[in-house]
């Protein structure tokens, strides 16, 4: 399984870096959305995949997965969300300063080197 | 705009207070099994949400006239002084405590100071998320 | 008393010295500030007594004990000598600035915090036992330098001159750190009282040579030795005070103090002994041979200190022989050198404060349109008159010792066999000779083109007329000392010179009184110094009055071929060179910006993989294959490429959604329901999050993007995809180390007295993160709210406006 883990999480990266290098604001934040989720699953499967119950105690049960990839993801989750929530709203509030949403025009000139 | 969905409003006020209880379930459950502050916050916030999509930003502010940025400073600093807290009794900081007591009501019940951190923890993911959807929400 | 501590008394005082200035603006600052110097000269010069006896003091304050680094003040007869010079020449400064700058038109709260902060960090130098403090400290002297050249900042030349000096003196600190950490692998310790100790290990050590120049060249460029010396005339735009305290008596001498700390550990190598005498006197040449063709007064002191420190260098130098030689001349040298230091200190310090007063009272420092000041100004004349006549080493000024003593040293160099100096030796006195005969010009140069003479019929920019009674008592202070040590120079020696000679030199002595050194002024007629001074008083009265002849001779050299010149270009091509080389590669557009990233990212990884052979797939350690697994990841990829290849807002941000359930799903599979839960409720609040700011979304467009560039971007998209997978694979298959994960699993009812382990990770074991975490999330919605409110306060105030 983490094989098959292991290309999906590869096509999630290469779909979020393709995104990101595009001209269109709108595409960066969708991209890194794509990569906040592609790190998420990379996390999981570096830790391996097995185990057989979730990591909660309960009688008679040894085969956790492994609890400390999950306390990461979990961490990460939210701070994505939060990543996500302010890098949208300097994107639209870009967009609605400078009327475009090019990245090739949003560079800075060199006025303000 | 305004949305005038009897159907959905009706629903709402009714899932709301089944989504909201089962976070808090979810919050108090989580030291045991899966849940815990950061899911039982955003379990609420989702809730909120769906009262915003259902009525309007106005009517959600009047119904719970909550400035949700000092929710988000009492959540931090519930968190920032369970975990300080330690030092008053010598022991390192972070350092948590926990016992069980037979309570009225509960019978045997026990308390952990990690629960008042994970109460910090719930108040800051509403309150931040919050504040961003109504930020996001009221920008005309 | 743990007198460490008062290094820092200065840098405290300085805390409040604002609040003085703005508080109490009825009274000069400076008299707040005088205390400071005051104090500490007093205190410290309680420690006279038992140093002069062969003793020292220590007082240890640690600062990174794991590291080997403190703040040692170690008190023995050099550092206690520069304390006081810091401390004295620092309370004559201040009483002198009080009368100098403007209690209503200066920023003496300014001025005077950078001066204090000097002055804790001058103390620092000269006490600090430990290197890496020291090395501290000599970068703050580098700083406040800076800050005092710079105190006019309104002024072009101002800010020139700070920088210049800062670029020279903080390349040389660099350079002797770097020697400093040589030292510290050779000798194992910072402490340099330990490092003397072990030096007798470090001869032939591979790194020996190499310290040895890098500590020079911070000594070098600090004490505006050849050809570093460029930045002392540009920091001439100093205020005067600061030119007689930073840039003659203290600072400067700095480079000197660390040439005459480290002689006891480098004064075997040969190399020390050629570097430190050889570009000693050549600065001593150079600088009395370019003061002559100087116009502007503080421009000739600042030529005459450059020439003034080489010679204290070289005498520094020639004391290292005694290293090698018993012969008594060579002990004789370092007496010599310390000696000169001390008069230096006095004369030169007189000197430009009175330079300063010619400027305060007439407007002008440019030379040639003064003149006939004497009968204006007498007291000025008279001290002028003292400090020129001892700079140029006539009786009875102490000048003419030190001077005696330091032409009786390069004598003697000639009789010293090692190291080719017999072959070379003979130039040591011609060119020593050659030099004081400039020293002797441009003493009287400077005093009797000021004083003598005729008025100029050109109105000077003020009327002239003798300084207020305050700005006088510091340099007839220091003028009276000029006058008073020739007088008592064995008094002075026994007092302050023999303890620091015993610190440069402390194998040769067991206590100071062994320093066999007496001073005095007449040696009788078969002496060869005294004829080598009658001829420099000779041949310099004639050149002196034939100088209007033959000054012109100087225009001869173009300027652009003058180390002035050299730096400068040097800094034009390094910031144009830079620039062009940054705006090569920077075009401002954040995809090249991260296609640099994302390339190094690939190269970097693949090459380790690679070339580390971590790339292992363990293909038994892979878990089953999962039917619902594969199902997910098919409608994972299919949501992935919808979002890819999106043609509307709304499509692209519905697959984005299902590819965060879907994610979700996975979680559910991998039996992590803490994490399933999250995902869900998360993805579901982005997705309000996005529609409701859907409207203000800019819709998806191409914006032009060619083919060429959409395929350079999948290549690297592609790479970076493939890199991820490998790592993904190879981070699985190895372990390097055990998983702590097993800890949590046995600690987690017993310990933290919990049940769902990931949430007890996440508020017991690891809160700290758990509390970074919220505090990041709380700053995204404020940065979210100041956003959006910000702006809408904005508008309501330009609606107001309307």
Known sequence: MEFVMAIVIGILFMAAVYLILSRSLLKVILGTGLLSHGAHLLILTMGGLGGTSPPVLADGVTDYADPLPQALILTAIVISFGVTAVILVLAYRAYAVHKTDNMNLLKGNDEHD | MKTNDVILQTTTKVVFFIIFLFSIHIFFAGHYTPGGGFVGGLLTTGALVLLLLAFDLKTVKQALPFNFT??????????????????????????????????????????????????????????????????????? | MEFVYLIFLPMLVALIIPLLFKKLNGVHTGWFVLFVPVVLFIYYAGFARSIMDGGHAVSELQWIPSLGISFVSYLDGLSLLFTLLITGIGALVVLYSIFYLDKSREKLHHFYVYLLLFMSAMLGVVQS?????????????????????????????????????????????????GGFVLLGIMGDSFSIRELIANSASFIGHEYFTLALILILLGAFTKSAQFPFYIWLPDAMEAPTPVSAYLHSATMVKAGLYLVARFTPIFAVSEVWVWLVTGIGLLTLFWGSFFAVKQIDLKAILAFSTVSQLGLIMSLLGAGAIAFHSDDALFKFATFAAIFHLINHATFKGSLFMIAGIVD?????????????????????????????????????????????????????????????????????????????????????????KTFAGKRKKEPLPNTPHEAPFGMLISPVILAALVVGIFFIPNVIGKWFVKPAVMAIQPALYNHPSDVAVHVAAWHGFASTELWMTIAIVGVGAILYLTLAKWQKLYDIQPQSLSLNALYDATMLFGERGMNQLSRFYMTGLIRTYLLYMFAFIIALTTATLFIKEAFVVDMDSFSALNAYGLMTAVILIIAVCM????????????????????????????????????????????????????????????????????????????GIGVTVTLVALSAHSQKLLPSISHYYKETVATEAGGGNIVNVILVDYRGFDTLFEIAVLAIAGIGVLGMIRLRLARKERADENK
Do not use: C
Request: aromatic letters at 14%; glycine letters at 8%; zero cysteines.
């Open chain 3, 643 to 718: 979002v890819v290849l999106a043609k509307t807002r709304l499509a692209a941000i519905i697959a984005l959604g299902a590819v965060g359930y879907s994610v979700a799903l996975f979680f559910v599979i991998f039996k992590a329901p803490d994490l399933a839960l999250t995902q869900l409720v998360i993805e579901t609040v982005s997705v309000a999050l996005f529609l409701l700011a859907f409207k203000h979304l800019p819709a998806l467009r191409n914006h032009g993007q060619t083919k060429r560039n959409k395929i350079a971007n999948l290549i690297i998209a592609a």
């Open chain 3, 360 to 448: 305060h009272e007439t407007g002008t420092r440019d030379i040639r349109k003064l003149g006939g000041l004497m009968s204006i100004m007498p007291v000025s004349f008279t001290v002028a008159f003292i400090g020129s006549m001892s700079m140029a080493g006539l009786p009875p000024f102490n000048g003419f010792l030190s001077k005696e003593m330091f032409l009786q040293s390069m004598l003697a160099i000639q009789h010293f066999e090692l190291f080719n100096f017999a072959t070379w030796g003979m130039l040591f006195p011609i060119v020593a000779w050659i030099a004081s005969v400039f020293t002797f010009i441009y003493s009287f140069y400077f005093v009797f």
């Open chain 3, 129 to 177: 036992d430990n290197v890496i403090s020291l090395y501290l400290f000599w970068e703050l002297t580098s700083i406040s330098s800076f800050l005092l050249i710079g105190y006019w900042n309104t002024r072009d030349r101002s800010r020139f001159g700070a920088l210049k000096s800062m670029m020279i003196t903080v390349f040389g600190g660099l350079m002797m750190l």
């Open chain 2, 70 to 140: 000092i929710v988000t400073g009492i959540g931090l600093l519930l968190a920032l002084g369970t975990a300080s807290a330690s030092l008053v009794f010598n022991v390192p900081f972070f350092t948590h405590a926990f016992d069980d007591f037979t309570l009225p009501l509960f019978g045997v019940t026990s308390l952990h100071t990690a629960m008042l951190f994970d109460a910090g923890v719930y108040l800051v993911v509403v309150g931040a998320a919050i504040t961003i959807i109504q930020s996001i929400g009221g920008d005309a």
